[in-house]
């Protein structure tokens, strides 16, 4: 199994395979990975189907975490709507999550996971590629 799954892969990274490659790899644009010494307060966003979740994290020198979150609901017709609507909730419900926390005045960095295949165009830039859940 564990060598289906690496093949699969090495077609979904090959450009001449990719349209019939099972597992589609995508170029991503990241501008930096963790390296362990993370401290403070960070936001972070997860979309993964019917639910958004925003989770609010704080990681100390002594690497203890502090976690709260709250997930909401997206109503199927923000789903299939317009992604104008999809992002205007999202934005709405992070707007209720740091009001409800009093954090709304910090600049925090934040994250999001979008569990949906996107082609990426840059770090600020995705078209999405097909809904999957």
């Not at 972070?44 to 979740?53: A, I, V, Y």
Request: aromatic share 10%; charged share 25%.
């Amino acid at each position: 199994m564990e060598q289906q799954m690496r093949d699969a892969i090495k077609m979904g990274l090959k450009k001449e395979n990719h349209e019939n490659a099972s597992v589609k790899c995508f170029p991503t644009y990241v501008k930096e990975l963790p390296n362990g010494k993370e401290q403070g307060k960070f936001l972070s966003l997860d979309l993964g189907g019917t639910n958004f979740r925003v989770i609010f994290m704080e990681l100390t020198k002594d690497k203890e975490f502090m976690m709260d979150s709250k997930i909401y609901a997206i109503p199927h017709s923000v789903m299939i709507g317009p992604g104008v609507e999809l992002f205007d909730h999202i934005a709405n419900c992070l707007a209720n999550f740091v009001t409800e926390r009093d954090i709304q005045e910090e600049t925090l960095p934040l994250g999001f996971t979008f569990s949906f295949p996107l082609q990426q165009e840059g770090l600020n830039k995705a078209t999405l590629v097909k809904w999957t859940k």
